[in-house]
């Protein structure tokens, strides 16, 4: 069972890349900023929630945003591993992942961090806006304030992964092709 977290600042290109992991490896793509969109969409409860914090470019509530997960999770029995992508994003979810993971006996097996400096993720994110359709890339001020929440709040569980031996950075330019062959050679294999 591979279970890779795909981690990095918002823009860093972690739903462009899973993608293409997903089809080489045969995983199941878990994106919380999907799941909570498609809930918006359909108008649900949680999509109500989720889209107060999300419009302002603030997270979720943990308990909320972890419930949902270990539900996506528990959807696939037959997985053989997942991509986490935007999740976790706190030491909190981290620490909830590992334990809800070590208890099926598929614990995490690495992350890999795509790195990608402040300036070129404004400009992915203000460009994506044209395609995305998404609110949250087509204010400078809400990129900005994903940004500094990634900074403060979710940067911190790189080291998390980094104590268990688990983390691996990755230079988040270049070509979609020259990216995703950075992140195959980094994935053990299973
Ligand atoms: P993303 O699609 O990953 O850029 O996520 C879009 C937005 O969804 C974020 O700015 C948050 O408001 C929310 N979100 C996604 N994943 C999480 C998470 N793991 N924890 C809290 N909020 C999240």
């Known amino acids: 069972m591979l279970n890779i977290i795909l981690f990095g600042p918002p823009g860093a290109g972690k739903g462009t890349q899973s993608t293409f992991l997903v089809e080489e490896y045969g995983l199941v793509h878990l994106s919380t900023g999907d799941i909570f969109r498609a809930n918006i969409k359909g108008s649900t409860e949680l999509g109500q929630l989720a889209q107060s914090y999300m419009d302002k470019g603030q ?8 419930r949902m997960l270990e539900s996506e999770v528990n959807k696939f029995p037959d997985a053989k591993g997942f991509i986490f992508d935007g999740f976790p994003r706190t030491t909190t979810q981290a620490v909830a992942l590992d334990s809800f993971l070590e208890g099926r006996g598929t614990p995490v097996s ?48 790189a080291e998390h992964y ?29």
């Open 110 to 157: 690495c992350m890999l961090a795509l790195d990608v400096e402040e300036e070129e993720l404004k400009s992915r994110l203000i460009a994506r806006a044209e395609t995305s359709g998404r609110a949250d890339d087509a204010d400078p001020a809400v990129i900005q304030n994903r940004i500094n929440v990634y900074r403060k709040e979710t940067e911190p569980v």
């Open 59 to 66: 997270l979720v509530p943990d308990d909320v945003t972890i």
């Open 162 to 190: 980094a104590a268990q031996g688990k983390y691996t950075g990755i230079d988040g330019i270049g070509t979609i092709e020259e990216i995703t062959d950075r992140l195959k050679a980094a994935i053990p294999a299973v």
